[in-house]
């Protein structure tokens, strides 16, 4: 009976991990993408936090490990959603933990999520708020 529900748990969430494009690899799971939003407590953003994530980046551009790098502006203070997706699953690996330790030392809060793509996710009307 319990592998029956296991089984049947296991079928059930089968599909929402392909949807996800969310990586497997030796057992761990590895994100797509890297989201990273600079805002503004209302004194700008980390400028010499910006810049390290920037020349991260470019480093990664480089070698031609991201495959997609996007920067959405937002504000009047600077604030900017940066997402960046990397197919290698190790040089994923290693540029998240290098943008966490950069955005640990930073001087502002700064938000970093790991998304399944940088691509935006569309809301059916029917879960939008009525207007």
Partial sequence: MKN???????LLAAPLFAQAEIRENGGFIVPAATQINFFSPGNGIDHALKDKVDALIQRYKDAGLITVHT?????????????????????????NVKVEKLIKKGQRK?????????????????????Q
Avoid: Q, W
Wanted: aromatic share 10%.
């Fill in 4 to 10: 029956l529900k296991l089984m049947s748990l296991v």
């Fill in 71 to 95: 920067e959405k502006h937002y504000g009047f203070e600077g604030e900017t959603l940066v997402c960046v997706e990397i197919s290698d699953i190790n040089a994923s690996r290693k540029f």
């Fill in 110 to 130: 700064t938000n970093l999520e790991y998304l399944s793509s940088c691509d935006p996710v569309e809301v059916a009307e029917e879960f939008l708020p009525a």
